[in-house]
């Protein structure tokens, strides 16, 4: 663990310029994913802003009335737990409360959640000597490794790496906003836009620029957002990253027919995934398993495989298929 | 006051309290003044040889006292060989002494140890040592290190090769029904929540105490004084709790030597807490293991032939061997012909040691797995086809088991778990949209014994303090001494103290094998003999005692805090008075420590059933266990509640085992890529149903006068091959190597 130095920051302002002000700084908010790679030697920060005081903890309604806006520091058991979130977008709460233990759960907060990092084996153990996302141009040991968990839609040769978050497959879905601050004003970044696929440079996971601060996030209205589901297949009953994840949202017509619907995948790439090929094979079509099964092969068509990790095609497109017909009310 | 019911009072933890208000104090948690860190460097490569190592600006952080290499480290006293046994030598399954050479042997071998003044002082100092390696191509699976392979003949001198009867012949015979089929099982990490830990402590330079979370004090002692060149006495260890061990703690790891030799180096005491990152590499593991079974049986199911070949790996810098063959099928079955062949490859991976069940855990499972797949290919029930193959006798050492109540196990496991409502057909049993599958395995583990003895002191006040060096893994064995104590000596239970964990008490061996309550159990009814003998000889040379001018032989205790006349109850003296007449606060009694009595004419080995439900969503097929039944059968049963929870705790294991459980390596470096408890999926209280326990039998005299043969290991054995015989009952699909992850049943 290297010497580094602590403070507090009074207020967002101050704690945006003290990261301006010297190379190498990181905000600590939960600690729960940070605090664990500085032990590992992942992350060497020389300077820790401790933002966990400052008053962005809030769930609140959007001046529109039916919008919710969430403090980056509210804890991801509040969240999950707040009255607002489980009423207008159950999707969330699910997520939230699929993920981790109930204890980092407690310390998490939602803004560190977007900034999770890769649980890939090669990042998260300085012991290997590639990894493209730790040390670029390294190479990326998970290639021709271990490869179990790792992505099979969007990645790299420099990286196979995925996003371990399930508040950030829900967040895709729900189409939310991430409001950040920086040196000269505030910012919205769609969520779609806010982290990045791994491309040629998988050492920058997200677009948050290095002098920023992530204040809020903004769920917009979507009347059919209760009419929703996170589907999470792990290894284990409980406390385990997903294989794949599914949050899906539909909304049918009298007859059944789709007329809007959101799916996002976790656990198969280094972003979330939202499943456009998918949704736009379903739109207008009536709601049927094979159709649902269609789509989730029009989504996957894509996708390469590695050596374990190749299961993950077919998971994927049953999770398609059993998040979408529970959302549909088509489970016995 | 003799114990000769099956199942013992069902007494709660006499630690309970001290453990649930974290007053109970684990080894790295005693407070030494001037506790300095040690923290280690590890290699990142497999095999080669070091060519440099740069320490310069480890050295200079503030703090730092001492970083040593392989270059600068004082040398250990004796040669490293291997020691076998819980005798009394101690165990390193590790034979190479730490930075003793510049030699990389595997991957995550300590190459440096820092020691500093705080632990992050240790830890930042660690990430600076600059390590140059001339790299070799590492040997890192069976297949590389074929020519390596080696077929030991013992295996802690019991014969692990055997040959009964011919059964290459059976297997070639066409009017039999046979199968033959190849079961995997991964590298499994033991991770007790207690990760390995030790305090160095020099007092002077001749006299060393060391509070180790070990499962074996006395055998830490005597390598650490053999290793030191320190007179016996000279080194003490304390160890009053350990946080589950499972194995990884019975051997002496080297971050205990590393401690010792930092301390004495550094000049202070020297704390190293093995994290859990290094729990992976430096603490063993289980080895992967590759198991072909070949059975043979006549249509009416009677077996003519079974034979196990297994292969596992070791490191190359030990020699612990997994006997997976002959410590399941070797005993299990009754069969005119056995074979088992096991084969060790040495590998450029970390070493691996015991882990509860060596051998019999993934035997069983190979072994119970292939029993299934007969009983399908003869259309025979599965319970039955075992019933059909009962050994009376052990199998391949033909004398008669003792105490045998396995066909009763079966039976009662099968009432209770409803086994007659089950359809044999695959995937004919459904709950709405899951596939339902019942599978059921037989467990076994052998009743081992080793030496003991035990110091009682009985005062005045009726109450007893009871010391030996034995050990409480969080199995309960402080209330299980406790009990046996007030049981032999005629005590209240609430009046015994039992202390262990210490190299001061009389000998206990390691806590290994499931044999401490049987063994420490006999030293204590050694020395409750002895005790009483002691009373008897005051009593009868005071003329106020009833039992004046009886001859001693005659005496013994008869009721709670009373010895009198056997034949003659009538006549009887209580403790209380004896030692009060003699102006005796109290009297004290030491037990000898001997080499255990051999029984040749009998076997001595425990058994069981386990029955288990799982249900599985045909679309996203992960397995869950939704029932498990396990009857157990170890001679007597001390403690009701404690044995209880042992057998939770290894069913709880062994669904780990069959489900969730793999250290997987990276085949470049030959560094494990599981190496946290994210990673590594132990079952948590999700994964894990209501396990219900029972226990048939009779208390096993023949065997030790306690008449238990031990309870720590037999709940793992077993249980995985039951679990994966459900799974195939419920989906058609047979895994055949663990865990059964979900992508294995798409």
């Given at each position: 663990m290297n010497p580094f130095t602590y403070s507090r920051a009074a207020d967002a302002a101050e704690a945006v310029s003290a990261l301006s002000a010297k190379p190498h700084t990181k905000f600590l908010g939960g600690g729960t994913n940070l605090i664990d790679l500085m032990k590992m030697g992942v992350e060497t920060p020389a300077q820790l802003i401790d933002i966990g005081r400052l008053p962005m903890a809030q769930v609140e309604e959007l001046p529109d009335g039916k919008g919710i806006r969430i403090g980056a520091l509210a804890r991801n058991s509040d969240v999950a737990e707040h009255a607002l979130i489980q009423q207008r977008y159950p999707l969330l709460s699910q997520a939230l409360l699929a993920g981790a233990s109930p204890q980092l759960r407690n310390m998490a907060t939602v803004g560190g959640n977007l900034m999770q990092r890769t649980r890939c084996y090669y990042f998260y153990d300085p012991a290997f000597p590639q990894c493209n996302k730790r040390n670029p141009g390294s190479g990326c040991g998970a290639l021709k490794g271990y490869n179990r968990i790792h992505a099979i839609l969007g990645q790299s040769e420099q990286c196979i790496a995925t996003n371990p978050s399930d508040m950030n497959v829900a967040l895709a879905a729900l189409e939310a906003v991430i409001r950040v601050q920086g040196p000269k004003g505030e910012r919205e970044i769609p969520i779609a836009d806010f982290h990045r696929l791994p491309g040629t440079t998988p050492n920058v996971d997200t677009n948050l620029k290095e002098d920023e601060l992530i204040t809020a996030v903004d769920l917009p209205a979507m009347p059919f957002a209760t009419r929703?589901?996170?589907?999470?297949?792990?290894?284990?009953?409980?406390?385990?990253?997903?294989?794949?994840?599914?949050?899906?949202?539909?909304?049918?017509?009298?007859?059944?027919?789709?007329?809007?619907?959101?799916?996002?995948?976790?656990?198969?790439?280094?972003?979330?995934?939202?499943?456009?090929?998918?949704?736009?094979q379903l739109m207008g079509k009536d709601a049927d398993e094979k159709v649902f099964r269609a789509a989730a092969e029009a989504e996957l068509a894509a996708a390469k495989g590695y050596e374990h990790n190749s299961f993950k095609i077919e998971l994927a497109k049953r999770s398609i298929v059993r998040a979408l017909t529970t959302v549909a009310g088509m489970n016995s | 006051m003799s114990a000769t019911t099956l199942i013992g009072p069902a007494r709660s933890r006499v630690d309970g309290r001290l453990k649930v208000t974290g007053a109970a104090k684990y080894?790295?948690?005693?407070?030494?003044?001037?506790?300095?860190?040690?923290?280690?460097?590890?290699s990142n490569i497999a095999k080669g040889k070091i060519t440099a190592i740069e320490t310069k600006a480890a050295q200079a952080v503030p703090g730092v006292l001492a970083v040593l290499t392989h270059l600068n480290m004082p040398k250990f006293k004796e040669a490293p060989k291997k020691e076998g046994g819980g005798g009394?030598?101690?165990?390193?399954?590790?034979?190479?002494?730490?930075?003793?050479?510049?030699?990389?042997?595997?991957?995550?071998?300590?190459?440096?140890?820092?020691?500093?003044?705080?632990?992050?002082?240790?830890?930042?100092?660690?990430?600076?040592?600059?390590?140059?390696?001339?790299?070799?191509?590492?040997?890192?699976?069976?297949?590389?290190?074929?020519?390596?392979?080696?077929?030991?003949?013992?295996?802690?001198?019991?014969?692990?090769?055997?040959?009964?009867?011919?059964?290459?012949t059976a297997l070639k015979d066409a009017s039999l029904v046979k199968i033959e089929q190849t079961y995997i099982t991964p590298t499994e990490t033991h991770n007790p929540i207690e990760m390995s830990g030790t305090i160095a402590h020099w007092e002077d330079d001749q006299k060393l105490t060391l509070y180790d979370a070990t499962q074996f004090v006395?055998?830490?002692?005597?390598?650490?004084?053999?290793?030191?060149?320190?007179?016996?006495?000279?080194?003490?260890?304390?160890?009053?709790?350990?946080?589950?061990?499972?194995?990884?703690?019975?051997?002496?790891?080297?971050?205990?030597l590393l401690a010792a030799m930092g301390s004495k180096v550094a000049g202070v005491p020297v704390k190293m807490h093995v994290t859990r990152r290094n729990m992976f590499v430096g603490a063993g593991h289980r080895t992967p293991t590759r198991q072909t079974l070949s059975l043979a049986a006549t249509k009416d199911g009677k077996l003519q032939a079974i034979q196990h070949v297994s292969e596992t790996l070791t490191s190359p810098v030990g020699q612990f061997t997994e006997s997976c063959g002959s410590r399941s099928t070797g005993v299990m079955y009754e069969s005119p012909s056995i074979r088992v062949e096991e084969t060790v490859y040495p590998v450029n991976v970390s070493t691996p040691t015991f882990m509860r069940a060596p051998g019999e855990c993934p035997g069983t499972y190979a072994l119970e797995c292939a029993m299934d797949e007969l009983a399908i290919a003869l259309?025979?029930?599965?319970?039955?086809?075992?019933?059909?193959?009962?050994?009376?006798?052990?199998?391949?050492?033909?004398?008669?088991?003792?105490?045998?109540?396995?066909?009763?196990?079966?039976?009662?496991?099968?009432?209770?778990f409803g086994w007659s409502k089950r359809n044999p057909e695959l995937r004919s049993m459904r709950d709405g949209d899951l596939l339902v599958g019942w599978g059921m395995a037989t467990a076994t583990y052998p009743a081992h014994k080793m030496s003991a003895a035990a110091k009682v002191i009985l005062r005045a006040d009726n109450s007893a303090t009871v010391q030996c060096a034995t050990h409480d893994l969080g199995t309960g064995a402080y209330t299980a001494f406790?009990?046996?104590?007030?049981?032999?000596?005629?005590?209240?239970?609430?009046?015994?103290?039992?202390?262990?964990?210490?190299?001061?008490?009389?000998?206990?061996?390691?806590?290994?094998?499931?044999?401490?309550?049987g063994t420490v159990?006999?030293?204590?009814?050694?020395?409750?003999?002895?005790?009483?003998?002691?009373?008897?000889?005051?009593?009868?040379?005071?003329?106020?005692?009833?039992?004046?001018?009886?001859?001693?032989?005659?005496?013994?205790?008869?009721?709670?805090?009373?010895?009198?006349?056997?034949?003659?109850?009538t006549k009887s003296d209580s403790y209380a008075d004896i030692l009060k007449r003699a102006g005796r606060d109290s009297i004290e009694v030491q037990s000898e420590q001997k080499p255990p009595e051999e029984n040749k004419k009998q076997a001595f080995q425990s058994w069981g059933a386990h029955f288990c439900e799982v249900k599985i969503d045909p679309l996203l097929p992960r397995v869950q266990v939704t029932r498990v039944v396990s009857v157990m059968n170890c001679g007597r049963i001390v403690s009701a509640k404690t044995a209880r929870s042992q057998i939770m705790g290894g069913v709880t294991m062994g669904i780990g085992m069959a489900l969730t459980e793999e250290t997987s390596y990276d085949p470049a470096t030959g560094l494990p890529v599981i190496r946290n408890l994210a990673d590594y999926h132990v079952p948590t209280n999700a994964d894990v149903p209501e396990i219900d326990v029972s226990f048939v039998g009779e208390p096993d005299f023949a065997f030790n006068p306690i008449g238990a043969r031990g309870m720590g290991e037999i709940g793992i054995t077993g249980i995985a091959a039951a679990i994966a015989n459900a799974v195939y009952h419920a989906t058609g699909k047979r895994v055949r190597d663990l865990p059964i992850t979900p992508d294995k049943l798409i």
């Open positions: 929703s589901h996170y589907l999470k297949v792990r290894d284990r009953a409980s406390y385990a990253f997903a294989i794949v994840s599914v949050a899906a949202a539909i909304e049918m017509d009298a007859g059944k027919k789709i007329t809007a619907v959101r799916i996002a995948l976790g656990g198969v790439a280094h972003k979330p995934w939202r499943a456009k090929k998918a949704e736009q | 080894s790295v948690e005693f407070e030494v003044p001037k506790c300095a860190y040690g923290w280690t460097v590890e009394g030598a101690g165990i390193r399954n590790e034979e190479r002494f730490p930075l003793s050479d510049d030699g990389v042997y595997y991957a995550g071998q300590y190459v440096a140890l820092v020691v500093a003044e705080t632990i992050e002082q240790a830890r930042h100092a660690a990430s600076l040592v600059r390590v140059s390696y001339a790299p070799e191509e590492p040997l890192l699976t069976m297949e590389a290190a074929v020519r390596k392979a080696d077929k030991p003949k013992k295996n802690n001198d019991t014969p692990v090769q055997i040959n009964k009867g011919d059964v290459a006395k055998g830490v002692q005597n390598i650490l004084a053999r290793s030191l060149g320190l007179e016996l006495e000279n080194v003490r260890i304390i160890c009053p709790f350990v946080g589950g061990a499972f194995g990884c703690k019975g051997a002496v790891w080297m971050h205990v259309k025979m029930d599965p319970v039955a086809l075992r019933l059909a193959n009962h050994a009376d006798n052990h199998p391949t050492k033909n004398v008669p088991f003792s105490a045998k109540h396995l066909r009763e196990a079966y039976q009662l496991g099968a009432e209770k406790t009990q046996i104590s007030s049981e032999q000596l005629g005590v209240p239970f609430e009046k015994v103290t039992f202390e262990l964990g210490k190299s001061d008490f009389p000998f206990g061996p390691v806590a290994g094998g499931s044999n401490s309550t159990g006999t030293a204590i009814h050694e020395a409750a003999v002895l005790l009483h003998k002691a009373l008897a000889e005051l009593a009868v040379k005071d003329s106020k005692s009833p039992l004046y001018n009886t001859k001693i032989e005659e005496i013994g205790m008869v009721a709670e805090g009373r010895i009198g006349i056997v034949t003659d109850q």
